[in-house]
């Protein structure tokens, strides 16, 4: 028996798949900018808004440092984000007596306070690029006060009320980080 050699015109096609036209590639391609450019614009639109709290519920703890002022010893969180540093101490209803919350700034600048959602009175120190103490307010709770800083800072320590007056810390104290 002899065997036929295959030909290639007796195959016949099942499906065939319409290739991309150069309209559906241009279609594709702007449904997908746009899809990605709508993506973008909402996640730069949601890290400039201000975190919302659920009710009254406090950020969970930050990133803390160990700091050391005039020789008292004290661990703060970090609030460096601007989410961080609106919500601040926001709900809280109680914090250790050597602990505290730093607010850090990208550069100095006059800086307000307020005890927005702020349950527990506390002291507010405005410190300098070079880590010094400019000034100490006390903060009352209550709404509608504005705490502002004197001079430029960088940075905002915020503590329990009286943790400076009792420690001995006043303005010019100088604030070293580990």
């Known amino acids: 028996m002899r065997k036929t050699p295959l030909r290639h015109d007796h195959i016949i096609k099942v499906a065939s ?7 559906n590639s241009v279609v594709w391609r702007l449904t997908t900018v746009l899809v990605a450019l709508v993506a973008t614009l909402s996640l730069v639109v949601a ?3 201000p975190a919302r709290a659920d009710g009254d519920s406090p950020q969970p703890p930050l ?3 160990s700091l050391l002022i005039d020789g008292k010893f004290m ?3 970090v609030a460096a984000s601007s989410q961080q540093r609106y919500m601040g101490l926001s709900f809280r209803k109680s914090m250790d007596e050597n602990a505290g919350m730093l607010f850090v700034y990208e550069r ?3 800086l307000t306070f307020t005890m927005r959602n702020t349950l527990i009175p506390l002291s507010i120190a405005f410190i300098s690029e ?14 509608n006060q504005l705490f502002d800083s004197r001079a430029p800072a960088k940075f905002a320590l915020e503590v329990n009320q009286g943790w400076f007056e009792r420690n001995g810390v006043e303005a010019g104290a100088q604030i070293v980080m580990r």
Not at 17 to 23: D, H, I, L, N, Y
């Open 17 to 23: 798949v319409r290739p991309w036209t150069r309209s």
């Open 47 to 49: 890290s400039h808004m």
């Open 63 to 65: 990133p803390s440092v």
């Open 75 to 77: 661990k703060a969180e």
């Open 108 to 110: 100095e600048r006059p």
């Open 130 to 143: 070079d880590m010094v103490i400019n000034e100490i307010h006390d903060m009352n709770v209550g709404p």
